[in-house]
């Protein structure tokens, strides 16, 4: 069974410009996460869908947001990216059954640099 | 105060010990309670999921939850060389999954 896969793996961009971020998530899974981690920092908060609706966001700026497909891919998209955007971004999936959300595995993730 | 916190290592143990990660947590209503393990520039991998008070175990990992204490750990017997890395626990509440900062391991061959 195929995992979370994220694509693309790196891509580098320049300050300003715009970049689109995307997810499948394992077969079955409806919820999507979104994770920044910065280089030797943790693991920070971004979005949460499920059903294609957004549950949650994360304590950052406007310019990032996101949305779910029908088929539960996921989107993340950076407007006007910063230097400091530079991370490795992560999606992960679970299944969610009212209160209780399955386990959550990752993707590899992608590896964004901002010149 | 932070909504998760791991003791801040790093956290140096000789192959075949026991290395014990604690973790705790701020939020009472939280639900359910993971570790991952986390290579230097690899994603998160899952290694325990709790979810009741208690004790879990799973080959040489043990997973301890005390809801009261707002409390979890980890114990990894007979460490190995392959078991250094950086581990994660992370905890769920209100459709967010946080993560404590993580304590790297290492395990002294």
């Known amino acids: 069974e195929a995992g979370v896969t994220q694509s693309p793996t790196h891509l580098i961009k320049t300050r300003g410009q715009q970049v689109t971020l995307r997810c499948s998530p394992i077969?079955?899974?409806?919820?999507v996460y979104w994770y920044q981690q910065a280089l030797g920092l943790g693991l920070q908060f971004l979005l949460w869908?499920?059903?294609?609706?957004?549950?949650n966001r994360g304590n950052f700026p406007p310019r990032f947001s996101g949305r779910q497909f029908p088929n539960y891919s996921s989107e993340l998209n950076v407007n006007a990216l910063e230097l400091e955007d530079s991370a490795l971004y992560l999606c992960?999936?679970?299944?969610?059954?009212?209160?209780?959300?399955?386990?959550?595995?990752f993707g590899q993730g992608t590896r964004l640099t901002v010149v | 105060q932070k909504e998760v916190e791991q003791n801040s290592g790093p956290l140096s143990v000789p192959e075949g010990a026991i290395a014990s990660l604690n973790c705790t947590y701020s939020d009472r209503g939280s639900q359910s309670f993971f570790w991952y393990r986390q290579y230097s520039g690899k994603s998160p991998e899952l290694i325990m999921s709790?979810?009741?008070?208690g004790d879990k175990e799973d080959g040489r990992f043990t997973a301890q939850l005390n809801k009261a204490s707002q409390y979890v750990s980890l114990l990894i017997r007979d460490s190995q060389p392959s078991d250094s890395a950086t581990y994660l626990c992370?905890?769920?509440?209100?459709?967010?999954?946080?993560f404590g900062a993580g304590t790297t391991v290492t395990v002294r061959a």
């Open positions: 869908y499920d059903e294609g609706e957004e549950r």
């Open positions: 992960a999936s679970s299944l969610f059954r009212g209160a209780m959300v399955t386990e959550a595995f």
């Open positions: 077969s079955g899974h409806t919820s």
């Open positions: 709790i979810y009741s008070n």
């Open positions: 992370a905890v769920l509440n209100d459709y967010k999954l946080s």
